[in-house]
């Protein structure tokens, strides 16, 4: 007969896989269209009433190309449930990503999400680093996919010569993303140069040069 406690461990394991496979819950409906405006805050959005749903609700414009005259040559045209309300409940969002000659999406990640992508147009060298350090590349081209598993740091660098168009797609409504380059150096109250100096053994005059560069960059200053 099955002990109680590995029958435990096999109700466990067979829970555990189910679970884990969603980044985010699963909908109690057909259609929960994020209101928004609502006063109450709760882990995703309420859903507005069903008589206030229409048709464009389950549409979203992805066909522009975004702003490229930044530091970093990006543009990010996010379709997540700020942007696109009807993903809400749904586990999913799609971006449009653009990037000009020689432009980078600089190494970021995403916390609450994996990502998926399959470029449109132009030659992108994409990186991947994993919690062991260890760095996969590899340069992808028109009508090619590639993976992001969740929460590693990745990056994509245009290495052609036209502006490169990818749509990163995301098991998440609102998968977050977090830059390496501003989650040490752009932050709200800023970390103590002591941290920064210590962790990178340089001296103050490297790390205030680098935030100098990248408060320029959130300006929409190019390098010069």
Do not use: W
């Not at 405006?37 to 206030?52: H, L, M, Q, R, Y």
């Not at 702003?67 to 990006?74: D, H, K, P, T």
């Not at 030659?123 to 590899?138: A, E, Q």
Request: aromatic content about 8%; proline content about 7%; charged content about 15%.
């Amino acid at each position: 007969m099955i002990s109680s406690r590995l029958l435990c461990c096999l109700t466990a394991l067979l829970i555990l896989p189910l679970s884990s496979n969603a980044a985010d819950p699963d909908p109690l409906q057909d259609i929960c269209i994020a209101d928004l405006d609502a006063k109450i805050s709760v882990n995703g959005f309420p859903c507005k009433p069903e008589t206030e749903v229409t048709s464009d609700d389950f549409f979203f414009d992805l066909s522009e190309e975004g702003n490229l005259s930044n530091a970093f040559g990006r543009a990010v045209t996010e379709g997540n449930v700020h942007e696109f309300p009807g993903v809400n409940t749904q586990g999913i969002s799609t971006n449009r990503v653009d990037l000009a000659v020689g432009g980078i999406n600089p190494p970021h990640l995403h916390p609450r999400s994996s990502e998926s992508s399959i470029v449109i147009r132009g030659t992108v060298l994409v990186g991947i680093i994993t919690t062991d350090n260890v760095f996969y590349s590899k340069v992808v081209t028109a009508g090619m996919l590639f993976l992001i598993p969740r929460g590693l740091v990745h990056f994509q660098l245009n290495v052609g010569k036209e502006n490169v168009l990818f749509f990163p797609s995301f098991n998440s409504q609102l998968p977050g993303t977090q830059f390496v380059h501003s989650s040490l150096f752009n932050t709200t109250p800023p970390i103590p140069n002591e941290v920064l100096t210590k962790t990178f053994l340089v001296g103050d005059e490297v790390i205030n040069a680098i935030k100098a560069a990248i408060t320029s960059a959130q300006l929409g200053h190019r390098p010069k």
